[in-house]
């Protein structure tokens, strides 16, 4: 985080989540659990908590929030995608974009679209939103891969699954992205697009095998924001801590260049 931060160095502060904001996506039970944290422990196989979890899960809720209304880049951690309605999962305490999501629409957004390019499925933000057609969800990920859904079968009213086999690039995360998800988003017409912007699908991320390029990553970021009204984005995965900075930069790059075009 200290690396991202040193590399923006015009950041603002975001602001800890109130529990009703986190209560929109998630069971009273989920929140409890991780308020009553006190020491060192493992909420799933993959997600070790200690006494500053909840703290770090509630400011980077909040902080989502508030990007999402500033039409700004949440700059956070922990990631949000995996987490379920009822339980933390995958490094995921609380749905960041998902509270953020419900945030926009207590705010009077009638329609969000949520894109995620994470290489992992986000399964948490699926679930949240399966039955609730207020809300598109979009994922493209690596597939077969953690944590094992969004497959080609797993789709709905409105979720777009677009599963992508590993070693895909630029080139293959364009063409889905023209293809399938840009006229799903159009069809959909959203008030506001919010960007689960992972970087695990960086060519040199060590966690998973796909080859997207930096400038691949601004042009999909630049694609986004062409597709709604409003645009913000919430960091999700990355895990090389050399390449992150500069992919961040180059994202927000593609954010912001679409918006001056279109205004
Ligand atoms: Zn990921």
């Not at 990007?67 to 379920?84: K, N």
Request: with cysteine.
């Amino acid at each position: 985080m200290a690396r991202l931060l040193d590399a923006f160095p015009d950041w603002q502060e975001g602001r800890p989540a109130r529990k009703e904001e986190v209560l929109r996506c998630h069971a009273r039970v989920h929140v409890e659990q991780v308020l009553a944290i006190h020491g060192e422990t493992w909420l799933d196989l993959d997600t070790p908590a200690s006494e500053t979890t909840a703290e770090a899960a509630f400011l980077a809720a909040g902080t989502a929030i508030e990007a999402a209304r500033q039409g700004a880049f949440a700059l956070v951690r922990p990631p949000g995608h995996h987490a379920l309605s009822n339980r933390a999962m995958g490094f995921c305490i609380f749905n960041n974009i998902a509270i953020a999501a419900r945030a926009l629409q207590t705010d009077g957004a009638a329609k969000v679209a949520i894109v995620d390019f994470d290489v992992h499925h986000g399964n948490g933000t699926q679930e949240i939103f399966q039955t609730d057609d207020s809300v598109l969800f979009v994922s493209l990920h690596q597939w077969p891969f953690y944590p094992g859904s969004g497959g080609p079968d797993d789709q709905a009213e409105t979720t777009l699954n677009i599963p992508l086999s590993a070693g895909c690039g630029d080139e293959e995360y364009l063409y889905a992205f023209d293809h399938v998800v840009a006229p799903e988003v159009e069809r959909f017409a959203p008030d506001v697009l919010l960007v689960s912007a992972g970087f695990d699908a960086h060519e040199q991320d060590p966690l998973a095998g796909m080859r997207v390029s930096e400038e691949g990553f601004r042009e999909l970021s630049r694609r986004c924001a062409a597709l709604a009204p409003r645009v913000a984005a919430v960091l999700e995965g990355g895990y090389n801590l050399s390449t992150l900075p500069r992919l961040v930069e180059a994202s927000l790059a593609g954010f912001t260049s679409e918006s001056r075009t279109a205004g």
